[in-house]
């Protein structure tokens, strides 16, 4: 009834089921590393608050060389929570542009927090309105205290295709902060990633908003993964229920008319053969 399956014809059609059904799993597993991946930074996120901070260098490695940003931290030492006590560099503060809070466009302001090796961390203190005059109008940025101070926050990764920098009036603006681009502007070497301020002693001007970790849409990539598994379900099931159906021949009233009719002429063809 089934050795039709033995047909190149129907041996293409398994193999290319089974290639889509693999294909379909493969693509669902990965989105499944994804929902993992994800899930675990927004787990770091919501833990962050409650564990007390880490010193600076127990989880960036120290740079070495001006000039040039220090090496990337691990992926799960994103938002851990650390402190560091410093003097803040603000001849050397970057302004970044176009950077979105609660639906307003305004600048977050970056100021370097010299430590007391000669090195350098990049501190985002917040995000404030532009001026009158448009998004990309400069504000009138508080200024940074002066002195030591000690600062508490949580580690952020240097953001990727940062573009092009440009000094107005001697002060850095950027769109995006990646570091190996801020890093050659600087004159002391620079950690591989910055930090979001939370806290701070003295405490940071009351004109800034706080920049809050965004938490990952992790639930997305859990979808994607159970669509694409079943997909490749439905691809076999697919494969099977047409292997059913030409096992069990035509079924229609017309169908078994022509079936029937097309067996009587064999026999008759064959009796005067």
Not at 202 to 217: C, T, V
Not at 250 to 256: G, L, S, V
Request: aromatic share 8%; net charge neutral; glycine share 8%.
């Amino acid at each position: 009834m089934y050795r039709f399956l033995f047909t190149p014809r129907w041996l293409g059609y398994l193999a290319l089921a089974v290639a889509a059904a693999v294909v379909m799993v493969m693509l669902g597993n990965w989105q499944l590393s994804r929902y993992q991946e994800r899930t675990a930074i927004n787990n770091r996120i919501d833990r962050a608050d409650s564990i007390a901070p880490v010193p600076l260098a127990s989880a960036l490695a120290r740079p070495t060389r001006t000039g040039t940003a220090g090496d990337a931290p691990a992926t799960d030492v994103e938002w851990t929570r650390i402190t560091v006590t410093g003097r803040y560099d603000s001849a050397n503060e970057i302004l970044a542009r176009s950077r979105t809070v609660d639906g307003q466009v305004g600048f977050e302001i970056v100021t370097p927090l010299v430590l007391s090796d000669g090195t350098a961390v990049l501190v985002d203190r917040g995000w404030i309105p532009p001026a009158d005059g448009g998004a990309l109008a400069r504000p009138q940025v508080p200024p940074a205290p002066t002195g030591t101070v000690t600062v508490i926050g949580k580690i952020h990764f240097s953001e990727s295709k940062a573009g092009a920098l440009e000094r107005r009036d001697g002060r850095l603006e950027t769109r995006r902060i990646g570091l190996p681009t801020l890093a050659p502007e600087l004159p002391y070497p620079v950690y591989g990633a910055y930090v979001l301020l939370t806290e701070q002693q003295p405490a940071n001007d009351a004109a800034f908003s706080q920049i809050e970790p965004r938490h990952e849409n992790s639930w997305q990539n859990g979808g994607y993964a159970v669509q694409w598994w079943l997909f490749a379900a439905l691809a076999l099931a697919g494969f099977v229920w047409l292997a059913r159906r030409e096992a069990q021949g035509p079924t229609t009233p017309d169908a078994r008319l022509l079936a029937e009719e097309a067996e009587h002429y064999a026999r008759v063809i064959a009796e005067r053969g």
